[in-house]
């Protein structure tokens, strides 16, 4: 008796309590809330509004390089001085570098493995078709080196890369 008594007072609490709380929301009126008035008098767009602009002072030693013998840069925005002679530089030629081709790879992913017994075989799709690759073959001139469970080494046009999954 007393276990039921105590049940319908709680249920009773829980019902005033969400019947407060429906009240407040559908039937609150807005009458009683502040008014915001905005006036569009007050704010006003400037057309000949000044747009403050500065440049920037880097004169300062580099807070990094304290302990080393680098000059500081000379910057485009600081005075030079003029030399009333001009001084000779010695101008060294490059060598002339070899450009290397660039390689453009086909796009290339590894979506797993199959293991039976000894052999392994890489699932790779290459440029978007999937293709059952073991070691050494090649498919596409992309040559499979070597499977790991987790990536794979491949070769295309004499330079190798490591797909991970």
Sequence with gaps: ???KAITYLLFLIVAIVWGTIIYKIFFYSESNGVEVRIDDT???????EHID????????PDPFLKNSKASPKIHANTPRTTQSQPSKKRVQ????QK???IIVWPTIHYDGLIKSGTNTTAIVTINGKSHFLKKDEVVKEVKLLSITKDSIIVMYQQKSKTIKK
């Design 1 to 3: 008796m007393k276990n």
């Design 42 to 48: 007050q704010v006003k767009d400037d057309p000949h």
């Design 53 to 60: 602009t500065f440049a920037l002072s880097l004169n300062y």
């Design 93 to 96: 030629k490059a060598a002339p």
């Design 99 to 101: 450009q290397e081709a």
